[in-house]
């Protein structure tokens, strides 16, 4: 696998190109706490200038979730759920938006999930970069019955970063996920008619962790299928706070740029106070 390396990049340092950062706002649970916490840490620790952080809320969130991102400077693109592509949240309604945003004279974009919290500068890689998921949320077999019925080939096989379960090459962490420019538009069109395909799978529609698997399979597919380059990203671009032991692309003698946080609901599941 290819590696990635990001500049750690200097507070003020003129970058050769232009990026921006984008952040899905939802309503439920946390979620909106889970989004300011991503622009602050985008805007204090990722050198990200606030209007190059790009929002994307629907029209019928309250005026009340959307405020503290306009009043930090951030661009918000507000779109009515009927107006906007067709498909569930997370990471396939957050690319869909991102493909239809006005997004100037960026060359690509770092799409930062719920959860995630950056701690070093970004910058700007030359490729399509993301992280091989540390544990799978698809069975082996689950795999390969949906690659066969999409009629795209499998990819080669690699260890999982942050457990000894196996992964194909497309299989990535949707934490943190760079595309550039170019890519957009054939990446948000083929991963949506990935997810309506695996969506209708009995297996997968019914499945506990049924959003996470729409979200692994469709874009391994969409990748898959469209052969686009991966810059892998290490443990060291994204921690899972969460891990059970140390994973094995982490290289100690280099800083952590993100980290994936544990849900707030399970924290307070583990958390156990003294008498």
């Keep these: 696998m290819e590696v990635e390396e990001f500049s750690a990049g200097k507070p003020g340092a003129v970058r050769s190109g232009r990026f921006v950062a984008s952040v ?27 209007d190059d952080i790009v929002i994307h809320a629907s029209s019928d969130l309250g005026t009340a979730l959307t405020a503290p991102f306009v009043r930090a400077g951030c661009t918000v693109n507000i779109v009515g759920r009927e107006a906007g592509p067709h498909v569930d949240g997370g990471f396939v309604r ?10 100037g004279d960026a060359l690509g974009a770092w799409l930062c999930s719920p959860g995630v919290a950056v701690t070093a500068a970004l910058s700007q890689p030359s490729h399509f970069s993301g992280k091989l998921v540390g544990r ?6 689950l795999f390969e019955r949906v ?13 999982c970063d942050e457990s000894a379960e196996w ?32 969506r209708a799978i009995p297996a997968v529609a019914t499945a506990e962790d049924s959003d ?5 399979l469709s874009l391994a597919l969409a990748l898959a299928a469209s052969g686009t380059p991966i810059a892998y990203l290490t443990a060291n671009d994204l921690f899972a706070l969460d891990n059970r032991s140390w994973p094995h692309s982490y290289d100690a003698r280099k800083r952590v740029r993100a980290v994936r946080r544990l849900q707030l609901d399970r924290i307070r599941a583990r958390l156990v106070l003294p008498a």
């Design 136 to 141: 799978s949320a698809v069975s082996p077999e």
């Design 94 to 103: 957050h690319l869909a938006l991102l493909a239809r945003a006005d997004l």
């Design 147 to 159: 690659f066969r019925e999409a009629v795209v080939a499998l990819p080669t096989r690699a260890p």
């Design 24 to 50: 899905l706002l939802e309503p439920g649970g946390d979620a909106p706490f889970e989004a300011e916490l991503a622009v602050r840490s985008l805007i204090r620790n990722g050198e990200v200038a606030a």
């Design 167 to 198: 992964a194909v090459l497309t299989q990535l962490d949707t934490g943190l996920v760079y595309i550039p420019r170019t890519l957009l538009a054939e990446l948000d069109i083929v991963c949506r008619r990935f997810a309506a395909l695996v």
């Design 212 to 216: 996470r698997q729409i979200e692994e």
